[in-house]
């Protein structure tokens, strides 16, 4: 442990703090483009750029979900620092490209390839902080400062991109994206990371190595549903506010910043007190907790007839939101050794994003089809079953060593040590396939 009590104690790790300076800039580059990617639709499209955008948003979460599995596979076995330096590379590449499109197939073509690497960058990235962090505890720290960062790029990305934009083209936008990749590659070559474990695995069960472990631990069964939860709640977020903001109480684009601003600060103040609050109770209390907060913010909403009532409930939603995600890294920490982890972040990727690609046109449909406060209503009741059913799914008693036998094995086995039932801290692997009474 670095001793250092406060949260940004952490960062006196010199490795994890070259790693977070590349996420930093990384998450500014990749707002900056998003500013950017908006005004290049608009320029080629015109009246369809909202079309457009739904569509580049839908490819984008279609590439998470696809890619991040099979990444891993393909690039598991390979030096990590040379991947994560390999693949900014590449991703500053197809930003660089992004410019000088002049058709919108283009454009989707450029924005899958992008976070197709983005797709095999982030889950390596994540998984990579636990072998450099040990200590759980400044390893909750780390969790707490990457929410910090992703809420502090959404507000600071904007700001950023108007101020670059009083002195140069929406193009010249894209410069900052890959400044930001390059500067990310750069820190990244200066960090010495773990080596990777190399498997023997047949590539189909390297692609689904992740997905078994994920899928057959009731933790992570329960933090999966959550994660629904969380989709559900962000998407009402992210497609409505402005039709709530500017439709509903008819006021500016302004107004609309303030209120999704309201939202990061929400997120913004759990980061903060995350690691005492996870000192405290355990991540399913956290979390579950965290699923109540998205339904009450949920239900209350249904009621909310003035805009300044609004921005309270937006940091109420954006508190749920980080309590759900921010421990859900410790989950996936203690739930695979330390070659599988890689491949279980993937899943983890790939499984979340899938959360967003149903919640997303669900929630856009429900909006534009009923009234608002009805649309809130039923969110807040499927958030409700997704909770009770988390809360059934993940034990409340979840012990990291568990007693169970194996009759499967010889007498013999090494693993044995002489006695078929024993205790040790259980994952699911080779000699583990199902979870204990499941």
């Not at 009590?5 to 998450?27: D, E, K, M, T």
């Not at 959404?154 to 010249?172: D, I, N, Y």
């Not at 008819?250 to 303030?258: F, G, R, S, W, Y």
């Not at 695979?336 to 899938?354: K, M, Q």
Request: proline share 5%.
């Amino acid at each position: 442990m670095l001793g250092n009590a406060s949260l940004f104690g952490v960062l006196q790790h010199p490795a994890y703090q070259r790693l977070f300076a590349a996420q930093i800039v990384s998450l500014l580059g990749t707002g900056l483009a998003s500013v950017a990617l908006g005004l290049l639709v608009f320029e080629l499209g015109g009246a369809d750029a909202g079309v457009i955008l739904g569509t580049v948003l839908a490819i984008k979460i279609i590439a998470y979900v696809t890619i991040a599995p099979v990444a891993e596979a393909l690039l598991g076995n390979l030096p990590r620092r040379t991947v994560l330096v390999s693949l900014d590379l590449v991703r500053a590449g197809f930003a660089l490209a992004l410019p000088w499109v002049t058709e919108i197939w283009q454009i989707y073509l450029l924005i899958f390839l992008l976070q197709a690497a983005s797709a095999g960058f982030t889950p390596l990235f994540q998984a990579t902080i636990p072998d450099l962090l040990k200590d759980e505890e400044d390893y909750t720290k780390a969790l707490s400062l990457s929410r910090l960062a992703y809420d502090l790029e959404t507000l600071l990305s904007p700001v950023l991109a108007t101020l670059l934009l009083a002195v140069v083209t929406w193009q010249g936008l894209y410069a900052g994206t890959v400044c930001g990749f390059l500067a990310s590659a750069a820190l990244v070559c200066t960090v010495s990371l773990p080596f990777s474990t190399k498997t023997q695995l047949p590539f189909r069960k390297r692609v689904t190595r992740g997905m078994q472990i994920y899928l057959a631990t009731p933790r992570l069964q329960g933090g999966l549903i959550l994660h629904g939860a969380v989709a559900v709640a962000g998407a009402m977020v992210f497609v409505n506010t402005v039709v709530l903001v500017q439709g509903q109480f008819k006021l500016t684009e302004q107004d609309t910043a303030l209120t999704l601003a309201a939202f990061g600060v929400g997120s913004m103040l759990v980061a903060l007190a995350s690691p005492k609050l996870l000192e405290k109770f355990s991540e399913r209390t956290v979390m579950l907790l965290g699923s109540l907060i998205l339904v009450i913010s949920l239900g209350i909403s249904t009621g909310v007839e003035e805009w300044r009532d609004l921005l309270p409930v937006w940091m109420l939603l954006g508190s749920g939101y980080s309590m759900i995600h921010i421990p859900m890294g410790r989950l996936l920490r203690r739930s695979a050794h330390t070659e599988d982890r890689p491949a279980l972040f993937a899943a983890h990727f790939s499984l979340s994003h899938a959360c967003w690609l149903i919640a997303y046109p669900t929630v856009g449909w429900l909006g534009a089809k009923l009234e608002l406060s009805l649309t809130f209503g039923i969110l807040a009741v499927g958030c409700l079953l997704g909770c009770v059913l988390a809360w059934r799914v993940w034990p409340k008693i979840d012990p990291i060593d568990l007693e169970h036998r194996h009759d499967d094995l010889s007498s013999d086995h090494p693993h044995l040590s002489g006695t078929r039932v024993h205790v040790h801290p259980y994952v699911i692997d080779d000699l583990h396939p199902q979870w204990p009474g499941r």
